[in-house]
């Protein structure tokens, strides 16, 4: 093979995975290991607060149990401050940088531009604020990263073409945080783009978030991986699976299935079996193929039906 498949498990110690995490777990598995690639592992525990050791550790059992193995572990983003600072320095040095003093009320007013799905779109309320203007706040700003008037398209693997125009569709975002701590979109760019991952499997809740750091790879140098968003799986009612409400979390499925009845209802959901059985993540290679995943979701209804039994 001419390139290094590189893909990569990056899940947020906060509690036990639920199964929609195992879901994506599997997928990006699957795709990596089809083509003879390798796997990283990275803790993305940039919320001290809601994260721990404790719950890493759990994770990797948790990873193995379901036979879901990786080859390099990288160090947690918690680790990692340093580092984002000297990348949040280079685009401070290419003049993108500016501090951000509007309050969380502002940024979601109800007047104030938002797209389809209701995410605010920043209008640039402090995008040119004067010197003066910024000794007036009493408060510690965010850092938001100018964007251009530039579209960013991708292919895909699990929803084909998307594209969105960042200036219109996004504005400029948070890179840094009032509080000092670096966001998602500069850490998993910068963890990403060193380790090397050439392909990111990830919810499609986080599709929109691609083009941010498909920018973010070209300031920095990063080569832009191939993305796959699949299906959030969610509840009979709609709700989307949580790990605040332990929605069919490790610790529960362990309590009832093997590893081998969990990976095979999730093959089953998503149209690499033909009926719920059991079986295991290396038995499922040879099937593997992005063309049966599409859509926005899947129900966990009478489609993850063991005999007898419902996940």
Known sequence: MAEN???RFAPTPSGRMHLGNVFAGLLAWLSVRSQGGSMVLRMEDLDRERTSEEFAETLRKDLLWLGLDWDTETAPQSQRSRVYEGYFEKLRDLGLLYPCYCTRSQLHNVNAPHQSDGTYVYSGT?????PAQREAFSRAPAWRVRVPQETYKLEDL?????????STQCGDFVVRRADGVFVYQLAVTVDDGEAGVTEVVRGMDLLGSAPRQMYLQKLFGFPHPRYGHVPMLLAPDGRRLSKRDRDLDLGQLQKNFAPEQVIGALAYACGFLDRPESVSPKELIPSFSWSKIRGNAIYLDETLLFPGQLL
């Not at 402090?126 to 004067?130: F, W, Y």
């Not at 699990?158 to 125009?165: E, I």
Request: aromatic share 6%.
């Open 5 to 7: 498949v590189v893909g």
């Open 126 to 130: 402090c995008r040119n604020l004067t």
């Open 158 to 166: 699990a929803q084909g073409p998307f594209s969105q125009d960042l």
